[in-house]
């Protein structure tokens, strides 16, 4: 079994930043993918970054250029850094994790908006 837990959001000014972190815990040892996910209120789920264990990243048409996917190198803590934020990034945004050998495992997601 694999835990997944995200933190870091929060309310913030259009134009600022936030920091969200993805610790994820178990019997596991390394990651195909990991991937953040967003969901504003009457959307679909929608990807934000994706990083694979080979070190490539693929970002959303919305974010691309303003959000930025890393970690995971020796601990299982994943980040997305999130810049020049607008009110449409307004969403629950939720860390996927995919051990090698398992499933997906979704953490149970954390609040951030954007608002003045």
């Known amino acids: 079994q694999v835990q997944v837990v995200e933190s870091g959001g929060g309310l913030v000014q259009p134009g600022g930043s936030l920091r969200l972190s993805c610790a994820a815990s178990?019997?596991?040892?390394?990651?195909?993918?990991v991937g953040w996910y967003r969901q504003a209120p009457g959307k679909e789920r929608e990807l934000v970054a994706l990083r694979t264990r080979g070190g490539s990243t693929n970002y959303g048409d919305a974010v691309k250029g303003r959000f930025t996917i890393s970690g995971g190198a020796s601990m299982h803590t994943w980040f997305l850094e999130m810049n020049n934020l607008k009110p449409e990034d307004t969403a629950v945004y939720y860390c996927k994790v995919v051990p090698v050998g398992m499933g997906d495992y979704w953490g149970q997601g954390t609040q951030v908006t954007v608002s003045s």
């Open positions: 178990g019997r596991f040892i390394q990651t195909l993918a």
